[in-house]
Every structure is written in C-alpha cells, then in structure tokens.
T-cell receptor, first 112, second 115 residues
C-alpha cells in the first residue's frame, strides 16, 4: 500500500540558508500535518492543512511557511535557518480530516 | 489546551514478561481519541493502538492492550510477552474529535527489553 512520502530524507544546510521539505500524502488523503521533533524530544505540531486550506497552526516560527497544493502535496519552507532548527520533521496525512493518521518516515534536517 | 503526561522516562522488562506504560491526560472535552505510538531507533512513528473515548471497551491489538479510565483521564499500555523488537520509545498522544485535529504527544517512555 502507498504510504506518506517525504523528501528529502536527509538535508544538511548552513545557518541562514533556506530549506524546502516536501510531503506527498497517501492517495485521496486531503489532510496534511507537519510536526517537528528535536533530539530527545516529543513531536511538536507545526501546522496542518485540510482541503488545501490552513486548518490549524502550532508553534511554527515566522521564518517557516507552508502550503498545500492542488494535488494535496504539501511543502514546508524554512528560511534563515538556525542551529536550533535541526530536527526530524514529520509529515502525516489523513482522509477527510479524520483520525486515521499515517506518518511519513520524516526528513532529518541538520543545520551547521 | 490539552496536555499529556508520561511519568516514566524509562522502563525495563525482561523478554516474555509483561510491562505497563502509564499515561495521563488533561482535557475538558468529552469526545476525543487516544493513541500509543512506537518510535524505534529508525525514528519511524508506528501506530501501536488507538482508543475512541466514547467506547468503554478497552482496545486490544495482539500483545498490546490498553486500560482506558475516562473518569481518571488515564490511558495505560500493557505489552504482554515482551519481545526484543518491542524496545523503542513509546509516545502517548491525544487528539480532539474535530476535523483535522492535531496530535498532542507526551514526553515519551523509553522501553528496554532484556534477555
């Protein structure tokens, strides 16, 4: 069965650079969620989209932006990267905003 | 805002034994969902079990079962016949019943399985 695809799997950036993380939900899933998990921490909710509209916003820095496209894939754009942005970024998707989450394998971002 | 508390940072269990991981949560909502996720060293988030708050019956998935106490706002995970592959970080998570609701995670319990 198709899963949630995140790209890239690993990303190394320098401070003050920009990064773009992509998430391709399970086919027909219309809801996407982004989470950030720092080293040794629990995942923290960043932002979500339902039917291409922003649904909820968590502790997402102003330097980050995200959107969901017409094919339901989503991109998380991160600018002016800081060392503290180094983390595992998860994307999850669900159908009709329902509770059946499926997580992707994550993108490991390292800022040096 | 909802909060999820896991008071056991680390637990250890011998292979084939049973272990219980604790989770409590705080909410004013009456309808919600609760989850246990497993995160092995690969850091993939794997759903272990889920519970709908409106269901009184405790969820069970093979060797995994929960003890859901709605009034006490407690949601513990019991792992029976523990296996080496069960070693991982376990996160308890809460989700409101609304459309596209986020997950709120606890701080996790690291489970070690010994021979």
């Amino acid at each position: 069965a198709a899963g949630v695809i995140q790209s890239p799997r690993h990303l190394i950036k320098e401070k003050r650079e920009t990064a773009t993380l992509k998430c391709y939900p399970i086919p027909r899933h219309d809801t996407v969620y982004w989470y950030q998990q720092g080293p040794g921490q629990d995942p923290q909710f960043l932002i979500s989209f339902y039917e291409k509209m922003q649904s909820d916003k968590g502790s997402i820095p102003d330097r980050f932006s995200a959107q969901q496209f017409s094919d339901y894939h989503s991109e998380l754009n991160m600018s002016s990267l800081e060392l503290g942005d180094s983390a595992l970024y998860f994307c999850a998707s669900s159908l009709n905003g329902g509770w059946g989450y499926t997580f992707g394998s994550g993108t490991r971002l390292t800022v040096v | 805002a909802q909060t999820v508390t896991q008071s056991q940072p680390e637990m250890s269990v011998q292979e084939a034994e049973t272990v219980t991981l604790s989770c409590t949560y705080d909410t004013s909502e009456s309808d919600y969902y609760l989850f246990w996720y497993k995160q092995p060293p690969s850091r993939q988030m794997i759903l272990v079990i889920r519970q709908e708050a409106y269901k009184q019956q405790n969820a069970t998935e093979n060797r995994f079962s929960v003890n859901f106490q709605k009034a006490a706002k407690s949601f513990s995970l019991k792992i029976s016949d523990s296996q080496l592959g069960d070693a991982a970080m376990y996160f308890c998570a809460y989700r409101s019943a609304g459309t596209a609701s986020k997950l709120t995670f606890g701080t996790g319990t690291r489970l070690q399985v010994t021979l």
